[in-house]
C-alpha cells in the first residue's frame, strides 16, 4: 500500500439523483491508500440511504450527519475528520476521473509542491449551454509547467485572467493547510479559501496541469445558475472584506497589486448582483458598504468614474442632463 494517504472529502445535500456516480467515481480511484469523507449536511430526499448502503459496502468511507449548515461547514467537517496527508473535495453532483488522485500524487512525488491543480471537463446537465462562458474548467496554457512559489501563480492567474477558485480543482498537502478552513454560511467561499491557500504560506508552492481529472455537472438551482439573491451580494461583501484583511507573506509588488485587483473584481460582482437582486435600484445601505470596500482598495483614476456611476446611477443620469442642457 501506498505510504502516503489521500482524504476524499464530499459535502453531501439532497443529490439522489448524482450521489452514486460521485461515491462510486470516489470509490474506484486507481491510487490504493485513500480515504472517503462523506458529510450528509442534513438532506431531506433519499441521499442518506444511498450513503448508508454505499458506506456499508466501502470499508474506507466515513459517515458523518450533522444538522444543515451549507457547504462551507459540511467540507470543515469533513477536513475535522480526515487523516490523509492529502486533501481532495469532491462535489456530490460531480465526478472525477479514475486516475486523478494518482496522478496527483505522482507530481507531488516528483516535484516539491504543495498543491496540485488540475482541469475540469464542464457539462451542462438541464440547463441552457449558453452559459457556457461563465463555466470555466481550464486554464491558460502559460500557468501549465514546473513547481513555482504559490504568490507567483496567484499573481500569474489574476493577470492572465484565469484565476479559478473551485476548491475541487486542487488536491493540497494537509499538513501545509493545517489550520485553514472555509467561511461558514456564506455562498462564494470558495474565493476566499482558495486565495488564502495561495498567499498565506511563504514557502507554498504550486504545480499546475493541463488534465482534466474532474467532472462538473453545471445543473438547474445550483448556487451558480439560480437567480441572484441578497445571499450572493452578502457572501461577495464578506468575502471582500476578509480579503482586505489579508497580508501577503511575499513583499513583490506584483502579488499585492493582484489581490487589489481581485477584491475590486469581488466588489463588482457584489454589484452586479445587488443590481439584479434588486432591479437596478440599489438599497442605501448597499451603496454605502460598496463605497466603503472601495475606497480601501487602490482604484485607477479610470475606473473611479465607472465605479461611481455603478453605484450612483442617478450622477450619471445628472451629468446627462446637465450636458444635454449646456447644448441647448
Request: aromatic share 8%; charged share 25%.
Amino acid at each position: 500500500m501506498s505510504p502516503e494517504k489521500v482524504s476524499i472529502v464530499i459535502p453531501v445535500y439532497n443529490v439522489e439523483n448524482y450521489l452514486a456516480a460521485c461515491l462510486e467515481s470516489a470509490a474506484r480511484q486507481d491510487y490504493d491508500n485513500f480515504e472517503i469523507i462523506a458529510i450528509d449536511d442534513g438532506s431531506t430526499d433519499a441521499s442518506p440511504s444511498i450513503l448508508e448502503d454505499f458506506c456499508a459496502r466501502h470499508e474506507n468511507m466515513i459517515l458523518e450527519r450533522i444538522d444543515n449548515q451549507g457547504v462551507s461547514v459540511a467540507r470543515n467537517t469533513g477536513l475535522e475528520i480526515a487523516t490523509g496527508d492529502y486533501i481532495l473535495f469532491l462535489d456530490s453532483d460531480d465526478f472525477l476521473e479514475r486516475h486523478a488522485v494518482s496522478t496527483c500524487m505522482e507530481i507531488f512525488r516528483t516535484q516539491q509542491a504543495d498543491v496540485v491543480f488540475f482541469a475540469a471537463n464542464v457539462f451542462f446537465d438541464g440547463v441552457d449551454e449558453g452559459l457556457k462562458k461563465s463555466f470555466r474548467g481550464e486554464r491558460v496554457a502559460s500557468l501549465h509547467g514546473t513547481c513555482i512559489p504559490a504568490h507567483t501563480f496567484f499573481s500569474r492567474s489574476i493577470k492572465l485572467k484565469s484565476y479559478l477558485v473551485p476548491p475541487y480543482l486542487y488536491m493540497y498537502r494537509r499538513k501545509e493547510f493545517e489550520d485553514l478552513r472555509f467561511p461558514p454560511k456564506i455562498v462564494h467561499e470558495d474565493n476566499l479559501f482558495t486565495t488564502r491557500l495561495l498567499l498565506e504560506r511563504e514557502r507554498a508552492r504550486v504545480t499546475c496541469i493541463p488534465d482534466k481529472l474532474y467532472n462538473r455537472r453545471v445543473r438547474p438551482e445550483s448556487i451558480m445558475t439560480q437567480k441572484k439573491q441578497e445571499k450572493h451580494v452578502k457572501g461577495y461583501l464578506v468575502v471582500a472584506q476578509e480579503l482586505l484583511k489579508l497580508k501577503p507573506t511575499a513583499t513583490d509588488s506584483e502579488t499585492a497589486a493582484a489581490l487589489n485587483q481581485f477584491v475590486q473584481l469581488t466588489l463588482l460582482s457584489a454589484l452586479n448582483a445587488c443590481q439584479l437582486t434588486h432591479a437596478g435600484r440599489l438599497p442605501l445601505h448597499m451603496r454605502s458598504k460598496l463605497v466603503m470596500l472601495f475606497a480601501r482598495t487602490k482604484v485607477e483614476r479610470g475606473k473611479a468614474k465607472h465605479i461611481l456611476f455603478s453605484v450612483f446611477p442617478e450622477l450619471r443620469a445628472l451629468r446627462d442632463a446637465l450636458r444635454k442642457t449646456v447644448r441647448m
